[in-house]
């Protein structure tokens, strides 16, 4: 059974950073993307971004580039997402995903985890 465990949301002020780390289980991840979404109250859920299964090709969200990196550690299974200069309207609760093929994309996920929360104060 495949599970996801996000971690490292928390509360931060305007301008701070943050690294979220997603670590996989219970099935083979090296040959699938991941990605990380993002939903805020009352909000539809957002592409954030994905990574390939090589780590090679990341693709990202236009209101988060230039600020927010994703990596992964095959070997682990793990995903991170490291975001600078946080904005209070990246507050969201944060998800990281399997995609269903290797390749980068913001649609055709199969297994999310139940998210860590992020919440940016002004």
């Known amino acids: 059974q495949v599970q996801l465990v996000e971690s490292g949301g928390g509360l931060v002020q305007a301008g701070d950073s943050l690294r979220l780390s997603c670590v996989a289980s219970g099935g083979s991840f090296s040959s699938r993307a991941m990605g990380w979404f993002r939903q805020a109250p009352g909000k539809e859920r957002e592409f954030v971004s994905a990574i390939n299964w090589s780590g090679g090709i990341t693709s990202y969200g236009d209101s988060v580039k230039g600020r927010f990196t994703i990596s992964r550690d095959t070997a682990k299974n793990t995903v991170f997402l490291r975001m600078n200069s946080l904005k209070p309207e990246d507050t969201a609760r944060y998800y990281c995903?399997?995609?269903?093929?290797?390749?980068?994309?913001?649609?055709?996920?199969?297994?999310w985890g139940q998210g860590t929360q992020v919440t940016v104060s002004s």
């Open positions: 995903a399997v995609r269903r093929t290797a390749e980068v994309g913001s649609d055709n996920y199969k297994h």
